[in-house]
């Protein structure tokens, strides 16, 4: 009987700090202006940035099987007899064999430019959007390339005239 009042009061006071806890006044009133002024402050700190797909950087050599891939498969899923018939539309290609295109597609699959499923037995590949962010220096961001050609014209002919 004494163990069953041990946990009896146990329970109790489980609950009394669960009231004691859920009527205590609630911080994150305090807590958010700060977390809102941070934020503010790294947002100026930061630079300005551009975001890039990392398919806009990659050049694969034309006229190769790894070329066509590239250009054929898109963002959404395709499946090898569509790859087939997009490349002999686009690029006037057939191949004899299409098991010579699945290395560069595992390929691809492996650096994790591609992603592979393999739904009801039918495999199907699509490029992954890997985004890319590019951070400007601040001069870069506020001056136009011109701009600052011609200032280093400037500065080189100013060093030349104290040279002579």
């Not at 669960?18 to 503010?40: G, R």
């Not at 087939?84 to 994790?112: A, H, W």
């Not at 601040?138 to 001056?143: F, L």
Request: net charge positive; with cysteine; proline share 3%.
């Amino acid at each position: 009987m004494m163990g069953l009042k041990r946990m009896i009061r146990l329970l109790m006071g489980f609950f009394k700090d669960v009231k004691d806890w859920s009527e205590e006044p609630e911080e994150t009133n305090a807590i958010q202006p700060k977390i809102e002024q941070k934020m503010h402050l790294e947002q100026e700190k930061t630079w300005p940035k551009e975001v890039h797909s990392i398919w806009d950087y990659l050049r694969i050599r034309e006229n190769t099987q790894a070329h066509h891939l590239a250009s054929i498969i898109g963002f959404e899923w395709i499946e090898m007899l569509e790859i087939r018939r997009r490349v002999k539309e686009q690029f006037g290609m057939e191949y004899q064999n299409e098991r010579s295109l699945y290395p560069y597609i595992k390929t691809f699959t492996d650096c994790g430019l591609f992603e592979s499923t393999d739904i009801g037995g039918k495999r199907k590949w699509r490029k992954r959007n890997i985004l890319i962010t590019v951070q400007l220096e601040k001069a870069q961001a506020t001056e136009k390339p011109i701009e600052t050609k011609e200032k280093q014209a400037e500065t080189k002919k100013q060093e030349g005239e104290k040279n002579s």
